[in-house]
């Protein structure tokens, strides 16, 4: 392909090579996650990824305002809250509840955000990368982490 298209074609390859090397990293080093939005309702998507996280040998933190208690863990109002090393922060809110929650991850010293499915921020990553974070977008945390197994 050349011309316009091509270059598209390239950076579109570029950024999902960048991506699945980011992702690759965070799943094999990282092993304390944060799960902001994490609810206690087992139907929620939170709760089964972070129940397979769980499962797969990850601690998981939630990060819930509403919530006391998650999967036997104690539940933190804020991430600032968290009395322990955070190594992913993973993100289960709005997208344009995202920059307050990367504010916070880069504030603990996470080494990376991941922003589930259908959840986008360009300029809350931006900052994160900025900030020396790994940075993972629009991506189910479960699904690839099944898929490296």
């Given amino acids: 392909m050349s011309g316009f298209w091509g270059k598209v074609s390239r950076l579109i ?3 999902e090579e960048r ?18 939005g994490l609810s206690p309702k087992v139907e929620r998507a939170s709760y089964g990824v972070a129940s ?3 499962g797969c040998g990850f601690r998981i933190i939630p990060v819930n305002p509403a919530a006391q208690e998650v999967m036997g863990e104690k539940c933190y109002p ?20 995202v920059p307050s929650v990367v504010d916070e991850a880069i504030k603990i010293g996470a080494k ?3 922003m589930q499915l259908g959840i986008v921020n360009e300029e809350a990553a931006k900052r994160a990368r900025e900030a020396g974070l ?13 898929r490296l197994r």
């Fill in 13 to 15: 390859t570029g950024r």
């Fill in 19 to 36: 991506d699945m090397s980011d992702i690759e990293e965070i799943l094999k080093t990282c092993k304390t996650v944060a799960v902001v």
């Fill in 52 to 54: 397979y996280l769980k």
């Fill in 78 to 97: 804020r991430l600032t809250d968290v009395a322990e090393p955070v190594d992913v922060v993973d993100i289960f809110r709005r997208s344009e509840d």
């Fill in 112 to 114: 990376a955000v991941w």
């Fill in 134 to 146: 790994k940075v993972v977008m629009d991506k189910c945390i479960k699904v690839e982490h099944g």
